[in-house]
C-alpha cells in the first residue's frame, strides 16, 4: 500500500502476556518513529530509527519496552509482561528524510487493551 | 523545542471559515511552526508549516504574527469532515538524531452543521 500499515489494529492481551505490534513504513522511508497515545492525550514519543540504527529511546517508559527495525524497513515494538498502563494506541510514523521531520506520514495505529 | 498553548476545545459551524490560534511565546529564530490534525481512529495527519511567512496550501492557510510569538490556522470553509483534534508544534527544521515532533494537548475542533 500507499501509506504506513500498522498491525494488528486491536489486541487484547491478559496482564504479564507479551505482545508484538508490526509497522510497515512507506517503502524508502529513512526515518521511523514510535509514539504511545494514551486515551485522550496527545501523541507522546517512544524511539526513533534511522534505518535499522536506533538512534533515540529516550521515550521507552521501561525496560519492558523494546523495538527493532533489522533490515531498515519493518519494525516490530515489543512489549514484555504487559500491565494495565500499557493500554494505549501505539502510532508508527516514517519520514523521507533523515533529519527533515516536517512531515511525518502516520499508520492508524494499534489499540492495545491490556485486561 | 519551545512549548505551545492552545485552548482545549472548540466549536465552528460548518461552511464557515475556523481560526485555531496557537501561543508560542519563547519560540527560536530557527524554530517552525508545524499544525497536524487527528481524526478520531486515525494517525495524525500533516497540515501545513512555517517559518515567518504566511502559508496556504490546498487543506489551510497559517498566519503567524510579526513577532512570532503566536499564529493562527484558518480552515476557510470548514466541513464536518475537518472535525478533529489540531495539534500546533515548533521545532527546528533540520537537527541530527532526535528529530522528534513533540505534540501536546492540542485543541478538539468541533464543526457542527
Known amino acids: 500500500g500507499a501509506g504506513v500499515s500498522q498491525s494488528p489494529r486491536y489486541k487484547v492481551a491478559k496482564r504479564g502476556q507479551d505482545v508484538a505490534l508490526r509497522c510497515d513504513p512507506i517503502s524508502g522511508h529513512v526515518s521511523l518513529f514510535w509514539y504511545q497515545q494514551a486515551l485522550g492525550q496527545g501523541p507522546e514519543f517512544l524511539t526513533y530509527f534511522q534505518n535499522e540504527a536506533q538512534l533515540d529511546k529516550s521515550g521507552l517508559p521501561s525496560d519492558r519496552f523494546f523495538a527493532e527495525r533489522p533490515e531498515g524497513s519493518v519494525s516490530t515494538l515489543k512489549i514484555q509482561r504487559t500491565q494495565q498502563e500499557d493500554s494505549a494506541v501505539y502510532l508508527c510514523a516514517s519520514s523521507l528524510a533523515r533529519e527533515w521531520a516536517g512531515e511525518l506520514f502516520f499508520g492508524e495505529g494499534s489499540r492495545l487493551t491490556v485486561l | 523545542d519551545a512549548k505551545t498553548t492552545q485552548p482545549p476545545s472548540m466549536d465552528c459551524a460548518e461552511g464557515r471559515a475556523a481560526n485555531l490560534p496557537c501561543n508560542h511565546s519563547?519560540?527560536?529564530?530557527?524554530?517552525?511552526v508545524y499544525w497536524y490534525r487527528q481524526i478520531h481512529s486515525q494517525g495524525p495527519q500533516y497540515i501545513i508549516h512555517g517559518l515567518k511567512n504566511n502559508e496556504t496550501n490546498e487543506m489551510a492557510s497559517l498566519i503567524i504574527t510579526e513577532d512570532r510569538k503566536s499564529s493562527t490556522l484558518i480552515l476557510p470553509h470548514a466541513t464536518l469532515r475537518d472535525t478533529a483534534v489540531y495539534y500546533c508544534i515548533v521545532r527546528v527544521e533540520f537537527k541530527a538524531a532526535g528529530n522528534k515532533l513533540t505534540f501536546g494537548g492540542g485543541t478538539r475542533v468541533l464543526v457542527k452543521p
Open positions: 519563547t519560540i527560536s529564530g530557527n524554530e517552525y
